[in-house]
Nanobody, 125 residues
């Protein structure tokens, strides 16, 4: 079992930066691929980024490539999403998610087994 808690959301002006954190409890976090998803009002939840359990492989949705960076610190059981050059269209609730151990990274939310409660990110124009 893995429990996930996001933090670091808030209000920022366009062009600014935020760093989201996802703290995990449970002994299997370091063996689990993890990812970030987001959901804007009136839209479906969408994939943002994912990182392998070792941290050696990352993948991003096209709209955030070059602006967002996903990373993890396994000894601290924490994952991060550094978001730079934020745009109003990045406004959403951001969720972290984890797969079962040693699975591949995936952009599909149905492949994830554990979810956090979400943190709001609002980018003003």
């Amino acid at each position: 079992q893995v429990q996930l808690v996001e933090s670091g959301g808030g209000l920022v002006q366009a062009g600014g930066s935020l760093r989201l954190s996802c703290a995990a409890s449970g002994r299997t976090f370091s063996k689990s691929p993890v990812g970030w998803f987001r959901q804007a009002p009136g839209t479906e939840r969408e994939f943002v980024a994912a990182i392998s359990w070792s941290g050696s492989s990352t993948t991003y949705t096209d709209s955030v490539k070059g602006r967002f960076t996903i990373s993890r610190d396994n000894p601290k059981n924490t994952m991060y999403l550094q978001m730079n050059s934020l745009k109003p269209e990045d406004t959403a609730v951001y969720y972290c998610a984890a797969r079962d151990t040693y699975r591949a990274t995936s952009p599909n939310q149905e492949d994830y087994d554990y979810w956090g409660q979400g943190t709001q990110v609002t980018v003003s124009s």
